[in-house]
């Protein structure tokens, strides 16, 4: 009763994310507890409240002991990935912790948590300023992720970040989209992402607009010949992307990642005319009854 007390109160202030008061708490609770498996849940919780507040070595330390321990898997695995996350931190050496985790991929153990080992890989790469080994691995974790909606949505949203600050923010606001889709609303940072997500509404819609507005203007410029030639590389160009998706679309999955795989949606770009299907297929049509009759007659 004293162990549940202490956990209750420390609990109290988890949900105020008051960290620095419910660790000592936490402490007390872990002392307190007879019972073997609720003291590594305690002490779980512990490290990750250590690491949250930067007590690095401390988190580490119990890190190891829920790995060491007889904890439920998924949680003696987590409590592995966050202390080589910790031990590549505190050194130089990004590789090593990137080969110990590929390594992880091939153990028939881990099948049921490669999405949060790429997920580890990518940020690894991304901590070492490779932004693109960062995206691929980023993704594979989004397309291996099949029963863990909270891990799929911080895959998504390490993308979206990864966008925005290159910056893309189109793409970016394609996985925010995706991001809030998946995680959990009870995730701490749901909010905030939301709020990220609405701000940049108005930003990629004026971008959309402006990029559609360069290219028609630049069409425009180019002599009429190589204007018709331009259309229709661009219409062949978008028939075809449009036949690989519907043959996507009905195959079974590859296990290759495309862009039908990740639910980020097109919304937005399909508000640009050679992304928007309808539009296109109209425009072919009467473009090649123009052809046909010897006129062209194309007002920009």
């Known amino acids: 009763m004293v162990a549940e007390a202490y956990a209750s109160k420390a609990q109290w202030y988890i949900y105020a994310k008051a ?9 007390k ?8 498996a609720q003291r590594i849940r305690l002490t779980f919780l512990l490290a990750q409240l250590e690491l949250e507040t930067g007590k690095k070595a401390l988190a580490s330390s119990h890190f190891t002991q829920v790995y060491k321990s007889n904890a439920a898997f998924d949680m003696a695995f987590n409590a592995h990935l966050n202390q080589l996350s910790i031990a590549e931190q505190n050194s130089s050496k990004k590789n090593d912790r990137i080969k110990t985790l590929q390594a992880l991929l091939k153990d028939d153990k881990n099948s049921d948590n490669v999405d949060q080992i790429y997920f580890q890989i990518g940020r690894s790469y991304q ?13 594979q974790s989004v397309l291996k992720s099949k029963r863990n909606q909270t891990q799929k949505g911080l895959s998504y ?6 966008y925005f600050n290159q910056p893309d923010y189109v793409t970016a606001k394609n996985y925010y989209d995706s991001t809030l889709s998946v995680l ?3 995730h701490p940072s749901f909010d905030a992402i939301r709020k990220k997500n609405s701000n940049l509404d108005l930003l990629t819609s004026q971008l959309i607009i402006i990029d559609t507005e360069d290219s028609l203007q630049a069409l425009a410029k ?13 219409l062949e160009q978008k028939a075809k992307q449009d036949a690989a998706k519907k043959q996507t ?9 495309t862009t039908n795989n990740d639910n980020t949606g097109n919304q937005i770009d399909a508000k640009f005319y050679f992304n928007n299907s309808a539009a296109l297929s109209q425009g072919f049509a009467d473009f090649k009854k ?3 009759s010897g006129s062209f007659p194309i007002a920009f």
Request: glycine share 4%; with cysteine.
């Open 127 to 139: 901590d070492a300023g490779n932004a693109k080994q960062a995206e691929l691995n980023y993704k």
């Open 249 to 257: 679309a009905g195959s079974p999955n590859t296990g290759m990642y």
């Open 29 to 36: 609770a872990i002392k307190a507890c007879t019972n073997k």
């Open 157 to 162: 949203l390490a993308l979206a970040n990864l």
């Open 222 to 234: 180019l002599p009429e010949a190589e204007k018709r030639l331009k259309i229709i590389a661009q």
């Open 290 to 292: 123009r052809t046909a």
């Open 184 to 186: 959990p609303s009870s």
């Open 19 to 27: 960290y620095e008061p419910a660790i000592p708490l936490l402490n």
